[in-house]
């Protein structure tokens, strides 16, 4: 008699390899955005007189980005275009992101929307969205009798 060693799970093993092959690319799929697509990374602070963005933009031309303000949200959106410098480079890895990207924040009703103001330098954007009068923090002195 020739003794066989019991393996319960070996009928199942086939499917838990592909179970994790798909797994794989699933996370590598929610992992990345869109192709052409990219999110700028962005900074928000507040002082006591303005909430101030910072959005890394490196390589984006001052043309092509786009603010808009509308229904209490402002809306970033522009392009990271491709430099194919010569036509003998073959790359061998590309990450740096290219392409749209869109980025939307929702505003405060403290902010003054006529008066917003950007800058670009040095592929930063920063955009200054000052508050409302009535929403800037004020003393009052109190008088002692």
């Known amino acids: 008699m020739r003794l066989r060693v019991w393996e319960p799970f070996r009928r199942v093993v086939p499917f838990y390899a592909d179970f994790d092959r798909w797994a794989d690319e699933a996370a590598k799929t929610l992992t990345q955005t869109a192709e052409g697509t990219w999110h700028p990374s962005v ?22 980005i786009k603010i808009d303000i509308n229904n209490n949200a402002l809306t970033l959106k522009g392009e990271k275009k491709f430099e194919e410098k010569t036509e003998k480079e073959n790359y061998v ?28 330098k040095d592929g930063v954007l920063e955009i200054t969205l000052p508050k409302k009068e009535e929403a800037k923090p ?3 002195k109190v008088e002692v009798n």
Do not use: H, I
């Not at 900074?43 to 092509?64: H, I, R, T």
């Not at 590309?94 to 800058?119: H, I, M, P, Q, W």
């Open 43 to 64: 900074d928000v602070s507040e002082n006591e007189n303005a909430y101030l963005l910072k959005a890394e933009l490196p390589g984006v031309n001052k043309e092509d």
């Open 138 to 140: 004020r003393e009052v």
């Open 93 to 120: 890895r590309v990450e740096r992101s290219y392409g749209n990207f869109s980025r939307t924040f929702a505003l405060s009703d403290k902010v003054d929307t006529e008066n917003v103001k950007a800058s670009y």
